[in-house]
T-cell receptor
Framework: DSGVTQTPKHLITATGQRVTLRCSPR?????VYWYQQSLDQGLQFLIQ???????AKGNILERFSAQQFPDLHSELNLSSLELGDSALYFC?????????????FGPGTRLTVT | AQTVTQSQPEMSVQEAETVTLSCTYD???????LFWYKQPPSRQMILVIR??????QNATENRFSVNFQKAAKSFSLKISDSQLGDAAMYFC??????????????FGKGTKLSVIP
């Protein structure tokens, strides 16, 4: 158990819909990262938040957005869903301070768009 | 942009034997961090080992060790005394420091390791 929690575990929804994925980082970790894992694209970095502020952006679609709240939990919002958005979405957290920079991953949310 | 290449899509090893997974990367940075992650059938991403580029000594974690060749931009993972539980996808990852507490991991496409009893 990495200490990172993600809800829900599974999500099935229809094209055009909007969903919200939730992540709680490990206690003390200030950074939250979102990754997408699909068969054709592999593991791709989406976005990073550090202590409530967006810090880095990767291959995140405009239809996707995220935020990190004062209690450091984060949400990834996916809208106007398409079949190609079906993937495993991971959240990871890290202290990103001093010599502690490892990212610990949550169990993921499997999104299926039908 | 940094790229990470894992040239072995699949590998197999006999139980109790040793196997080495390859990873190369491309970067112009001098200081960076490299990781190996394991993804078993449960799909959980598990950190196996890390290496700081400024350290010449190869990292070791129990049966897992790395061979870090900075000049060659190579970062291979050696698994000794392979166990059935080692069967998984293994991903090599490079951490890019974008400054101001901005980071991202770039992953290779993975190597699927099978362990033969």
């Amino acid at each position: 158990d990495s200490g990172v929690t993600q809800t829900p575990k599974h999500l099935i929804t229809a094209t055009g819909q909007r969903v919200t994925l939730r992540c709680s980082p490990r206690s003390g970790d200030l950074s939250v990262y979102w990754y997408q894992q699909s068969l054709d694209q592999g593991l791709q970095f989406l976005i990073q938040y550090y202590n409530g502020e967006e810090r880095a952006k990767g291959n995140i679609l405009e239809r996707f957005s995220a935020q990190q709240f004062p209690d450091l939990h984060s949400e990834l919002n996916l809208s106007s869903l398409e079949l190609g958005d079906s993937a495993l979405y991971f959240c990871a957290s890290s202290v990103d301070r001093g010599s502690s920079y490892e990212q610990y991953f949550g169990p993921g949310t499997r999104l299926t768009v039908t | 942009a940094q790229t990470v290449t894992q040239s072995q899509p699949e590998m197999s090893v006999q139980e109790a034997e040793t196997v080495t997974l390859s990873c190369t990367y491309d970067t112009s940075e001098s200081d960076y961090y490299l990781f190996w992650y394991k993804q078993p059938p449960s799909r959980q991403m598990i950190l196996v080992i890390r290496q700081e580029a400024y350290k010449q000594q190869n990292a070791t974690e129990n049966r897992f060790s790395v061979n870090f060749q900075k000049a060659a931009k190579s970062f291979s993972l050696k698994i000794s005394d392979s166990q059935l539980g080692d069967a998984a996808m293994y991903f090599c990852a490079y951490r890019t420091d974008l400054g101001l507490k901005s980071y991202q991991l770039t992953f290779g496409k993975g190597t699927k390791l099978s362990v033969i009893p």
